[in-house]
């Protein structure tokens, strides 16, 4: 009986065990892949691979396959499921469609000229110009672009026959069917439930930080104690607010449309961030009561509503700390009533959408405007061919350079000079990324040369290691470029030592080439047509300061009596269409390599424009109803305008340099001084409160852009 009982208590120890290891495996992931888009994503490309090539292999038992075919089935399986993104099914398949024949045809012609060297070499370029060219009209030709160049290359290397044109067409098919399906069918992507799942990982976050703030309330603990947790949590709720976001539709012109439910929603985002920060920021100045805290955590997420909230105001006046409190649960609700019932309107796409239009009327005089910086002294060389040139000059000098160091093997050192372009905006960024793939193709080398050396002759372990490892490149891709380089390299030498040919020579051969491939691209990004600024981008920020700026100038003289509210409106519809133009101007600086839960610098910078839209709106509402101010409220609105205005001058100094020089939250919000706190509670639509929204958004806009660039543009502006 005992020893029955002990082996009960062994089961249920284990089983203990493992729930709590799968536990915390699934708080990783959670944390890491809040919406579990990343694993989506990997798992799609992972199962149109395997279904792609299940079909070759089948087929292959009765009639023998060209290499050339398995090539092309695994380019387009890979790409037709990793890039494309249109809204659509139908969009997405003309997409493949179109990715599937100029591959097919790109590889033959490879293997024709593959004869005629200097020919072939001229040909590749040329394809390589074009890839490069057709970007300008979409992601559709990005993909297509992409495609076109590695389907050359396998032509070049496997030299498929004429005569098996109709098995390159069926591996095509093959590739182009089994990722319509997967992304079209059993894997789709939904926005709106990755956005609804990462919202229940925000307020989980969110939890913590309260929890925390009880820990602090009912301990009297120091405001530091315990600093890295807390930062930790802000740190993460931040990276989750920015991916959340990420899942809203954009309209044509590249980023939110400036009404509607989408702006509403990312707003309310934003406003429920500041409202975390400010209640965090408090804990220097006076901690709320646990009871109030209780109380939020109790009742938070999705289902809260605003019940108590008119009661608790109406019972006199609340001391600031419980004013931060009712503040975010403030926030909260805004979200969910921004959001609705599913389907929600703010995920319709923004194509349509009438705040966008004013957009496209603008785009042309925006994106006109890099053209003025040229100097009049040289030729001008149109803004569209400048990417082409400089990659086909790069790919020129890398093809040169690779075939001395390897007459088979070139082709790697111009596939390294055509990538370190991808999803670059300036020299520096193209450095960088030639950087990372240098160094992640190394530490692939070494790691690789080692696993290959320890796996040789083990077939199935080394097949199971290369689809990991592939697995694991597509889910960090998003991460870091130089850790999914280094994750293929190591597959790369598995998969050759599972043909027979590698050796560790072959790797260091591939690391040379990528070498050379990755110079050559930084070289020529800071000779050729070399991109300091942003353009146009510095240009539309201006503007938009400026608007903003005179708007709360405006505000300023109507609470005082000095003017009426009726300009006040269309003030504010000018501040629309401003942001209109200054997200046309950005949309280029977006990376054409779009994955949904990639936010960029871009759109993260765009989000205090988009509140200050809001909240300039709030502004001119809330004061065009004939409102009238106490003396006190007039103060800390006068107060409010100066801080916004010194914010707007040095924003307007940074210029471009908002989203060019920008970097990521990095836990500096401990050290900042608290926020003023206004001495009254003003709800949401109260003028006071939407300037000092506004005054909250244009302070993180500079602090993000670096210390030393605000700091530099201040002392730019008293000199």
Same mark, same amino acid.
């Given at each position: 009986m005992s020893l029955s009982t002990s082996k009960n208590d062994d089961r249920e120890g284990r089983r203990g065990r493992s729930d709590m290891l799968?536990?915390?495996?699934? !708080?990783?992931? &959670?944390?890491?892949?809040?919406?579990?888009?990343?694993?989506?994503? &990997?798992?799609?490309?992972?199962?149109?691979?395997?279904?792609?090539?299940?079909?070759?292999?089948?087929?292959?038992?009765? #009639?023998?396959?060209?290499?050339?075919?398995?090539?092309?089935? +695994?380019?387009?399986?890979?790409?037709?499921?990793?890039a494309v993104r249109e809204p659509s099914a139908s969009e997405q398949f003309r997409t493949r469609l179109h990715a599937g024949w100029v591959a097919v045809i790109l590889a033959l012609l490879a293997s024709v000229l593959s004869t005629k060297p200097l020919l072939a070499n001229v040909t590749i370029l040329c394809v390589i110009f074009g890839a490069a060219y057709i970007r300008r009209y979409g992601s559709r030709w990005f993909v297509v672009g992409i495609v076109g160049v590695m389907a050359y290359f396998i032509g070049d290397f496997l030299r498929p026959m004429t005569a098996q044109v109709g098995w390159l067409i069926f591996g095509a098919s093959a590739a182009l069917a089994a990722s319509h399906l997967v992304t079209t069918v059993l894997l789709p992507a939904n926005p709106e439930k990755d956005f609804r799942r990462a919202m229940r990982t925000i307020d989980q976050r969110i939890?913590?930080?309260?929890?925390?703030?009880?820990?602090?309330?009912?301990? &009297?603990?120091?405001?530091?104690?315990? %600093?890295?947790?807390?930062?930790?949590?802000?740190?993460?709720?931040?990276?989750?607010?920015? =991916?959340?976001?990420?899942?809203?539709? @954009?309209?044509? $012109?590249?980023?939110?449309?400036?009404?509607?439910?989408?702006?509403?929603?990312?707003?309310?985002?934003?406003?429920? @961030?500041?409202?975390?920060?400010?209640?965090?920021?408090?804990?220097?100045?006076?901690?709320?009561?646990? $009871?109030?805290?209780?109380? *939020?955590?109790? /009742?938070?997420?999705?289902?809260? @509503?605003?019940?108590?909230?008119?009661?608790?105001r109406s019972a006199g006046p609340i001391d600031p700390a419980t004013q931060l409190v009712l503040r975010l649960r403030d926030a909260r609700i805004r979200v969910t009533h921004a959001l609705g019932p599913e389907p929600s309107p703010a995920f319709q796409r923004l194509d349509d959408a009438e705040s966008d239009k004013d957009s496209e009327n603008n785009v042309d005089t925006v994106r006109a405007a890099p053209d003025q910086d040229n100097t009049p002294s040289r030729p001008r060389i149109p803004e569209a061919l400048q990417r082409p040139i400089q990659i086909t000059l790069a790919s020129s000098f890398a093809l040169g350079a690779g075939m001395v160091l390897s007459s088979e093997r070139w082709y790697w050192a111009v596939i390294a000079a055509f990538v370190v372009f991808n999803n670059t905006r300036s020299r520096a960024d193209t450095a960088m990324l030639a950087f990372e793939r240098a160094t992640g193709t190394f530490g692939g080398v070494l790691l690789g040369t080692v696993v290959a050396t320890l796996l040789q002759g083990h077939m199935a372990i080394s097949g199971i290691a290369i689809a990991v490892l592939f697995f694991l490149a597509i889910y960090f891709v998003q991460v870091s470029f130089g850790l999914m380089v280094v994750f293929v390299t190591i597959a790369l030498a598995l *998969?050759?030592?599972?043909?027979?040919? +590698?050796?560790?020579?072959?790797?260091?051969?591939?690391?040379?080439?990528?070498?050379?491939? $990755?110079?050559?691209?930084?070289?020529?990004?800071?000779?050729? +047509?070399?991109?300091?600024?942003?353009?146009?981008?510095?240009?539309a920020v201006v503007v938009f300061l400026d608007i903003l700026e005179e708007l709360v100038r405006d505000a300023g003289k109507c609470v005082r009596g000095e003017a009426g509210a009726r300009g006040l409106e269309a003030e504010s519809r000018k501040l629309d269409r401003a942001y209109n133009e200054l997200a046309a101007a950005a949309r280029h600086l977006s990376p054409p390599w779009s994955v949904e839960t990639r936010f960029g610098v871009v759109r993260r910078a765009l989000l205090p424009f988009v509140g200050s839209v809001?909240?300039?709106?709030?502004?001119?509402?809330?004061?065009? !109803?004939?409102? $009238?101010?106490?003396?006190? /409220?007039?103060?800390?609105?006068? =107060?409010?305008?100066?801080?916004?205005?010194?914010? %707007?001058?040095?924003?307007? &100094?940074?210029?471009?340099?908002?989203? !060019?020089?920008?970097?990521?939250?990095?836990? #500096?919000?401990?050290? /900042?001084?608290?926020?003023?706190?206004?001495?009254? %509670?003003?709800?949401?639509?109260?003028?006071?409160?939407?300037? /000092? !929204?506004?005054?909250?958004?244009?302070?993180?806009?500079?602090?993000?852009?670096?210390?030393?660039l605000v700091r530099d543009a201040h002392s730019g502006q008293k000199s």
């Open positions: 799968r536990t915390r495996f699934l !708080t990783r992931i &959670a944390a890491t892949d809040p919406a579990l888009s990343r694993l989506r994503l &990997a798992l799609s490309v992972m199962l149109s691979l395997g279904l792609s090539g299940g079909i070759l292999a089948a087929i292959s038992v009765f #009639h023998a396959m060209p290499l050339a075919a398995y090539g092309l089935t +695994f380019v387009l399986s890979f790409i037709c499921t990793l939890a913590l930080i309260l929890h925390h703030m009880v820990w602090l309330t009912d301990s &009297a603990a120091s405001p530091d104690d315990d %600093i890295g947790a807390l930062r930790s949590y802000l740190n993460n709720l931040r990276d989750i607010l920015l =991916m959340a976001e990420g899942f809203v539709p @954009q309209g044509r $012109s590249g980023g939110l449309a400036a009404k509607g439910a989408a702006s509403d929603l990312v707003s309310a985002l934003f406003d429920l @961030q500041l409202a975390v920060e400010r209640l965090v920021r408090a804990r220097h100045t006076a901690l709320p009561s646990s $009871s109030a805290l209780w109380k *939020l955590i109790d /009742e938070w997420g999705d289902h809260i @509503q605003p019940t108590i909230d008119s009661v608790s *998969l050759y030592g599972l043909v027979g040919m +590698f050796t560790p020579q072959l790797l260091m051969v591939r690391l040379e080439e990528t070498i050379v491939g $990755s110079t050559a691209g930084a070289l020529v990004a800071f000779t050729v +047509f070399p991109v300091k600024t942003a353009g146009g981008v510095g240009k809001h909240w300039g709106r709030v502004l001119a509402q809330s004061l065009g !109803t004939g409102r $009238s101010l106490p003396l006190t /409220e007039i103060s800390v609105f006068d =107060m409010l305008a100066a801080e916004i205005t010194a914010e %707007i001058r040095i924003a307007r &100094a940074a210029g471009a340099g908002l989203f !060019t020089h920008s970097r990521s939250g990095s836990g #500096h919000l401990t050290r /900042e001084p608290a926020l003023p706190v206004a001495p009254a %509670i003003y709800g949401d639509e109260h003028p006071v409160h939407a300037l /000092e !929204t506004i005054r909250d958004l244009m302070t993180w806009l500079n602090r993000r852009a670096g210390a030393s």
